[in-house]
């Protein structure tokens, strides 16, 4: 697609009741910003009617893109397939709840123009104006994640789970086509490939945040998923699967 300055990808699971809100908002605001852009939902098997939603918003919006998954593979798949599909000269990719405002796209791009391979949003940072989740459960099993990520050598990043992320579009290429996790730990291997293996430049910036309920994260089932990723990851690393 010639002139695309910006694709924002949106993997969607089972997310009919809130994904007509989400698309009526990032069109009404990109379409003001008066650039080329293209929004790329990919449906991960979803048993409800999220791709019918999608394909009824199409027919007024040129610009969004459907990819139909036959079934879940896990976030990681899904936007590993919607990054590589991607054909902006700058991607990010956000969740479907839109608990990261579609305006703050503009801090992610802001940096990938000026120095930066890669920008992740922060929750975590003095400067963000993030209302996390109250629960205890969720508080712990972040701290403990951010400290398995430091222990595999992912660091100097505040918030690596957080679903809001930008990239050169050469940058999402490479760390795309390299990514082997499925799950919810593919952003520990995309910020792992970046650091240790691509030397890329990543960039952090606040953002506003708003915990949405309806997370697909487990908390009984995922942790123990998650830190056998971040292991998996030096596994990987170790046996040479990461050729550059």
Known sequence: MAGVHLSL??????????????LESVAGYLDRQGYGYEVVVV???STDGTSEVVKAFQKDHPHFKLIRLPRNKGKGFHVRTGILSAAGEYVVFTD??????????????LDLTRECDLV???RRGAESQAVLSKSRLRRRMSEFYGSLNRFIGIIDIEDVPCGFKGFRRDA?????????LNGFSFDA????????KLHYRVGQVPIRWVYAKGSKVNLLRDPG???????????YDWRGLYKT
């Open 225 to 235: 998923r998650m830190a056998l990723d971040l292991l998996r990851i030096k596994f």
């Open 120 to 122: 992740i949003g922060s």
């Open 172 to 180: 999402a290429q490479k760390l795309f086509s390299l990514t082997r």
């Open 189 to 196: 291997e995309v910020l792992y490939l970046a650091q240790h």
């Open 96 to 109: 479907a709840d839109l608990s990261t405002p579609v305006e703050e796209v503009e801090k992610l791009l």
């Open 9 to 22: 990808v949106i993997p969607a699971y089972n997310e009919e009741k809130r994904l007509p809100g989400t």
């Open 43 to 45: 449906d991960g098997g």
